[in-house]
């Protein structure tokens, strides 16, 4: 396979679009999942889902 | 003159014209959030109002403080100031539809008791004066202590006025408590707030009277949200309260409730005069045809069957003209671009990808555009009202016919809608039907399948074979539902039902500016985020199926080729590629598994690609479908299913039965990650979204099995 400019910039491409997905399925829901929400609570009382 | 910036915030009942208000002060200085953690949307912007800008917050809709619903629990959170990224507001006005003064006058009263200087809008006089209902401000305002001015929200003369009366208006304090409770509900409020409220909350001075009254009412804490360290100190002190008012020969859940609407009915009772005139309005006439209970049904099922002939039969022409763009678009970009990787990936990648589910957005448009309108006359309330009936017959509760219909948008916000129905049980089963309900995310597989395989036959003069079968499917989704949720009952038998109690709210024309705006907004979503979804998997898809780069054996070669028996002289350079590449391997790996159901391995890879988004499905036919077209070639993904042939049988891919096999599958299979992804959230557990894919996949591999072998056999 020839290396040239647009072979490159297609792996460039999928370079991006990996990062873009392996963002939105897997790092921001692990995130979210992590995040509490931000009620504030009193004295005694805990939070969560 | 108010020289200050204030916070104002917008408080009301549903349906009141709360939001038509919001956006008539803030016009399009506003931005709309989730709050943080759930998907109620947080409305926020700015007026200005005599050169000072204000900031302006749309609560969500209540009809009380003692919340039954999560959205109501965020009105009351945030006047009570539970949150610590929104401050309390200084201003609070609270919206009252002027027909259903009392009812609405409720949640004022609360709103008054919390401390914050309110102001109450009467909106929708001019409904009030069509029922023959008159208002007089003036005694209101003198018999409440408060400020209050009277609107007609679509009118934009009448928006000055109210911006008039925020810029005079006296920030003071209402005088809390001005119904007075009797001494037993004093007595018990006192109690909780110094032996409970204090002690275990952080709520301010102000708020804890109402969170006292929330308490006796409710009885316990009824909070799935969060927890305290000390809560069964936390009930006995409910239950002591609760005891002081039975003693007093009072019931503590109506305590409350009777003593504000003695109050509210004494305060209206000289400002609001009804004249006998509007005995049985409009509405009461239609009502008494749309929501009977033999005709309810029927006109609901017509209903449903012309929007989905009209979705079909009117998107088609737009549809075709998107088709022919994104053809013309890749041959113009593959002819403009030197040959080359980059060429191909945008080409059979990138556009043909897009093109796939772009074609479909006047589909999605025309859906939205119809849901929209239902709401905005007031009919959807109707057709909840008409379900629920049914729904109650087949086990399931009132309160889980709006979730299910929301679930023909999509089923995110169906299951977010179940936090509405009170008994655990009976949410359980709402969430785990609720995936059935046809979403619009199934509409692009099922109206490439119909257009494909269905005869446009007419029926009945004004119906076609193809907008019965589509509307067929949304049925057979409803069934489905229905039938899981009987079965679901049986396993997990429930007690009494509580009562399913809705506001119908009156027929009225809806407002066009809101059901164009809302459509847009539908729209913007499914190509904004379908869509990069879509684009960025059909990237990597068309790099799985272009590599390993295999170049196809010669005739004389092929006796040699131990690898590939099925080698067929027929075949073109590209689909021999294809079939060769990771993705095709993939493919062939699992197609004896979907080989039963009629689908070959170019759908296998489709089904295991539309789990990230259902839409995807149509999106990764048209890449790989365009990567094994021959140079020079141009069609539809449409053409080129019906044309796809077997190389190994020789008889074409697709058939009625395939077309209807894959159609059941799309219908009844858990294949979206995101719904997975909800129901672990709402149910805070692993059991039921697992529970869910397992019986949802193996009852539409079964149902495909079964129609695919009879119609493959008829």
């Not at chain 2, 002591?240 to 004494?266: C, D, H, S, T, W």
Request: with cysteine; net charge negative; glycine share 8%.
């Amino acid at each position: 396979m020839e290396f040239d400019f647009q072979t490159g910039v297609a792996f460039g491409v999928l370079a991006v679009v990996l990062v873009y997905l392996a963002n939105r399925f897997i790092v921001k829901p692990l995130r979210n999942s992590q995040a509490s929400s931000d009620h504030k609570c009193g004295p005694g009382c805990k939070c969560g889902d | 003159m108010n020289k200050e910036p204030l916070s104002i915030a917008l408080v009301g009942n549903p349906n009141t014209g709360k939001s038509t208000i919001f956006n008539a002060l803030t016009g399009l200085r506003q931005k709309i959030a989730n709050y943080p953690g759930i998907t109620v949307e947080r409305k926020v912007g700015t007026t200005i109002i005599g050169g000072v800008l204000h900031k302006v917050i749309d609560l969500p809709g209540a009809y009380s403080l003692n919340y039954k619903k999560l959205d109501e629990r965020i009105a009351y959170e945030t006047l009570i100031g539970s949150y610590e990224h929104e401050e309390v507001p200084d201003l609070v006005l609270v919206v009252v539809d002027s027909s259903n003064l009392d009812r609405n006058l409720y949640l004022a009263s609360q709103v008054m008791d919390l401390g914050i200087p309110v102001m109450l809008v009467l909106n929708m006089t001019d409904v009030a004066e069509g029922k023959g209902i008159k208002i007089n401000p003036d005694l209101i305002s003198s018999s409440l202590g408060i400020p209050v001015v009277a609107i007609s929200a679509k009118n934009k003369t009448e928006i000055e006025k109210l911006k008039g009366e925020i810029s005079n208006f006296d920030l003071s304090k209402p005088e809390a408590l001005k119904w007075n409770p009797d001494d037993s509900l004093k007595e018990a409020m006192d109690l909780l707030i110094n032996d409970w409220i204090k002690l275990h909350t952080d709520i301010p001075d102000r708020a804890q009277a109402i969170e006292a009254l929330r308490l006796i009412s409710e009885g316990d804490f009824k909070d799935a949200f969060y927890t305290f360290e000390d809560e069964g100190k936390g009930r006995a002190t409910i239950r002591k309260a609760q005891q002081i008012i039975e003693q007093g020969g009072g019931n503590p859940m109506a305590a409350e409730v009777l003593l504000r609407y003695n109050f509210i009915g004494e305060s209206t009772s000289e400002a609001a005069t009804h004249s006998a005139q509007s005995e049985v309005s409009i509405t009461d006439r239609i009502d008494a045809f749309v929501t009977h209970k033999v005709a309810g049904p029927v006109i609901f099922t017509l209903v449903l069957l012309f929007m989905f002939q009209a979705i079909f039969s009117w998107a088609t022409p737009f549809m075709d003209m998107i088709d022919l763009l994104f053809v013309e678009g890749g041959n113009w970009v593959a002819n403009t671009l030197p040959d080359g990787m980059l060429n191909d990936l945008l080409v059979d990648g990138v556009i043909a990808g897009l093109g796939g589910v772009v074609i479909f957005l006047p589909q999605i448009l025309f859906l939205f555009f119809f849901i929209y309108i239902l709401e905005g006359t007031g009919y959807m309330a109707r057709a909840a009202f008409v379900m629920d009936g049914f729904m109650t017959k087949v086990g399931l509760h009132g309160r889980s016919v709006v979730p299910l219909m929301s679930g023909f948008a999509c089923a995110i916000p169906g299951i977010m809608a179940t936090r509405t129905i009170e008994n655990w049980r009976d949410r359980i089963i709402t969430i785990m039907v609720l995936p059935f309900m046809a979403c619009s995310a199934r509409l692009p597989v099922y109206a490439l399948m119909i257009a494909a395989f269905i005869p446009s036959t007419t029926v009945l003069g004004i119906f076609t074979l193809q907008g019965i079968t589509f509307f067929g499917l949304y049925i057979f989704g409803i069934v489905m539902a229905v039938f899981a949720a009987v079965v679901m009952k049986r396993i997990f038998p429930t007690g009494q039902q509580t009562p399913f109690i809705m506001e119908l709210p009156a027929y009225k024309m809806p407002k066009w500016s809101v059901v164009f705006q809302n459509t847009a907004e539908r729209g913007k979503v499914f190509i904004t985020e379908a869509g990069k979804i879509i684009v960025a998997i059909s990237i990597v898809l068309w790099f799985l199926a272009s590599f390993p780069k295999t170049e196809m054996p010669q005739v004389v070669q092929s006796e040699s080729t131990e690898y590939d028996s099925s080698f067929d002289i027929t075949e073109n350079p590209e689909s021999y590629q294809l079939r060769h590449s990771f993705a095709g391997r993939f493919g062939k790996m699992i197609e004896p598994v979907i080989e039963p159901l009629g689908f070959d391995w170019k759908i296998g890879i489709g089904l295991i690609t539309s789990f990230a988004a259902r839409e995807v499905m149509v999106g990764t036919l048209n890449t790989i479908y365009s990567i094994e077209e021959e140079d020079g070639e141009s069609s539809t993904l449409k053409e080129k299913l019906i044309n796809d042939v077997n190389p190994e049988t020789g008889k074409p891919v697709y058939s009625i039965a395939t077309a209807i096999s894959l159609m059941i599958f799309f219908a009844l299979a858990m294949q979206c990650m995101s719904t997975i992804a909800i129901v672990k959230r709402e149910t805070n557990s692993w059991k039921w979204p697992t529970a869910m894919f397992v019986y949802m996949t193996a009852l539409a591999y079964i149902s495909s099995f079964i129609a695919f072998q009879i119609g493959s056999n008829l």
